[in-house]
């Protein structure tokens, strides 16, 4: 068994992930900013955690993540405001990195989005470009840390049932795929080590999930 903690723990991969590790034995912590979605965290297995990472410090959040194995950044602004964007899915997630590497927790899963990366051809005049700028700093600072990292890229993302089924790998075009397929490959590359240091972009497809992040 593992504990595992969870940025973002009320988003809806979150809370799939949340219990996909509680159903195999995993201890998960899952942070939360607002206490209304306490419940729905302990109904997915996992135990809350207040915290606001959008104002918390880098010593704070290591101190909310000392005694864990992994932790797993699923947080988001959620767009609309382009200050907030940039201060959560960059300056938070960004801090959350250093917090991991001052509390000793050397494996960190982040993740973005397909297609990510500075040449992410978003025009600055598109209402995405502050979450794909923020996504592309945020990645490229983590690459740059001596973390085990792993950066997921899902394609759109769905409220489909899991398929268990991904096509992955560099060249993945554009595409869906579900959420809880999402947390299903996030599981997935919790226990294969040999995922560290990659980044595993990935819609749905034909290939089941364990075949596809080992092949990657």
């Known amino acids: 068994m593992s504990r595992i903690a969870i940025i ?24 939360i900013r607002n206490p ?8 997915a297995g996992a135990t809350p955690v207040l915290a606001d990472v959008e104002t918390a410090t880098a010593g704070e959040l290591a101190d909310q993540l000392r005694g864990h194995e992994a932790v797993v950044w699923s947080a988001g602004a959620g767009g609309g ?3 907030r964007t940039y201060a959560v ?15 000793g927790v050397q ?3 982040m993740v973005s989005y397909l297609g990510a990366g500075k040449d992410h051809g978003v025009p600055e005049d598109n209402s995405f470009f502050p979450y794909a700028e923020a996504k592309a700093a945020a990645d490229e600072y983590l690459k740059s840390t001596s973390l085990d990292w792993t950066i997921l890229g899902p394609g759109a993302l769905t409220l489909e049932p899991a398929t268990g ?3 992955a790998g560099p060249g ?13 490959v996030a599981a997935e590359v919790l226990a294969v080590p040999s995922t560290t240091g990659k980044v595993i972009e990935f819609i749905n497809g034909s290939t089941p999930i364990s075949q596809a992040v080992r092949d990657v």
């Open 36 to 43: 209304d979605h306490a419940a729905d965290v302990r109904d």
């Open 89 to 103: 899915d960059r300056d938070a997630a960004i801090r959350s990195m250093d917090a991991a590497a001052a509390a």
């Open 165 to 167: 089924k991904i096509q």
């Open 8 to 31: 973002g723990g009320h988003g809806k991969v979150a809370l799939h992930l949340s219990r996909i590790l509680t159903g195999q034995g995993h201890e998960v912590s899952s942070m």
């Open 172 to 184: 993945t075009p554009g595409g869906q795929v579900s959420r809880e397929d999402v947390a299903m």
């Open 107 to 109: 494996r960190y899963i």
């Open 81 to 83: 405001n382009p200050e």
